[in-house]
């Protein structure tokens, strides 16, 4: 069976959110290059000047240009992390800019055929436009009800520790200045990695939560919602063992970072509108999707023991889903360990 028309809709704009994140992504990767090329160039003066000198592992522990490094570090990423916040923030306000235009397409195309919100609107049941005002709490605000620049700033100083401590680590270990500068660039790559997850992540949620604000705001309408996993070999399987739980519109969806599950309305069917008609059957989910894929795929995406136990019939897919509260990113659905099923 096809996807419903809503699907359709609803994976549409989510291409939309993707190249809008992809675009926030790529201006953080170029604002982190001139971040990346001082601390680099800062640390390849101190392993030549410690490794010249042949300085001893307490002597390198004390350098003042360890803990100089340290300093500049902090204000590098400082810097750095105002330009992630106002691209974020930017982001943030155009998504929910793209919700706004888009939920009232997705719930039109998920009513049942040969009604539309037009229709609707005939006979008094209207779409309720929400006010930009109301969605401003999505904006420049993180998971966890905070400033996105709270969040980014949490990892400066723990950053600045780990790359002078690999730095401290490769000298006295007594590696080469390449071997030093390549494990100290493996740390330098953290905080632009935390920022590209972090810059998904809000923009989606920013995205996710004004939707659902926008068919809380439609009940007459909107009656819940459906999670729809993204159906590639790069979504997490937990995401595709919850495809099509149904939520309230009060509920928000309970995501992870980097979660690109969408959120389908369950609209007015035609036994609400008083009609005698059967309502359209659910289209395949995402664990049609998964069960279709090559044992290569299925394994890869489950762990070998987990895809062992699913095709010993001792664990299903629901069972490789957990969910635990975040203090950042809330309510969270992630996989399970091996190790907690007993595998």
Not at 156 to 165: L, V
Request: glycine share 6%; net charge positive.
């Amino acid at each position: 069976m096809p996807p419903s028309e809503a699907q359709k809709a609803t994976e549409e704009m989510a291409k939309r959110l993707a190249a809008f994140e992809q675009d926030a992504a790529q201006e953080i990767i170029d604002a982190y290059e001139p971040t990346e090329e001082n601390i680099r160039k800062r640390t390849a003066q101190i392993i030549a000047f410690a490794q010249k000198r042949k300085l001893p592992p307490w002597q390198i522990a004390r350098m003042t240009a360890m803990t100089t490094l340290r300093a500049q570090v902090i204000g590098e990423l400082a810097i750095y992390q105002s330009i992630v916040n106002g691209i974020i923030t930017i982001r943030q306000a155009g998504a929910v800019a793209l919700s706004a235009q888009g939920t009232p397409m997705i719930a039109n195309a998920a009513l049942p055929q040969g009604i539309t919100l037009d229709m609707l609107d005939n006979i008094g049941i209207r779409w309720n436009m929400l006010p930009a005002e109301a969605f401003n709490s999505f904006v420049g605000i993180s998971g966890d009800g905070k400033p996105v620049g709270e969040l980014l700033s949490r990892y400066g100083p723990e950053n600045a520790t780990k790359i002078t401590a690999e730095i401290r680590s490769g000298i006295v270990s007594g590696k080469g200045p390449r071997a030093v500068a390549k494990q100290a660039q493996k740390a330098t790559g953290v905080p632009l990695s935390q920022a590209l997850t972090i810059s998904r992540t809000e923009i989606n949620r920013a995205h996710r939560e004004s939707t659902r604000l926008n068919y809380a705001a439609n009940s007459n309408i909107v009656k819940g919602y459906r999670r729809v996993a993204t159906k590639d070999a790069t979504t997490c399987v937990a995401c595709i063992a919850l495809d099509g739980t149904a939520y309230e519109t009060n509920e928000p969806l309970d995501s992870h970072p980097n979660c690109r599950c969408a959120m389908v309305p369950a609209t007015l069917q035609y036994s609400d509108l008083g009609l005698d008609i059967p309502d359209a059957p659910q289209p395949p989910g995402a664990q049609d999707w998964f069960n279709n894929q090559s044992a290569t795929t299925q394994q890869k995406m489950l762990g070998t023991k987990k895809y062992d136990a699913l095709k010993q019939g001792k664990i299903s897919l629901s069972d490789v889903v957990t969910t635990k509260s975040n203090s950042v990113w809330g309510k969270s659905s992630s996989v399970i360990s091996d190790k907690a099923l007993g595998l």
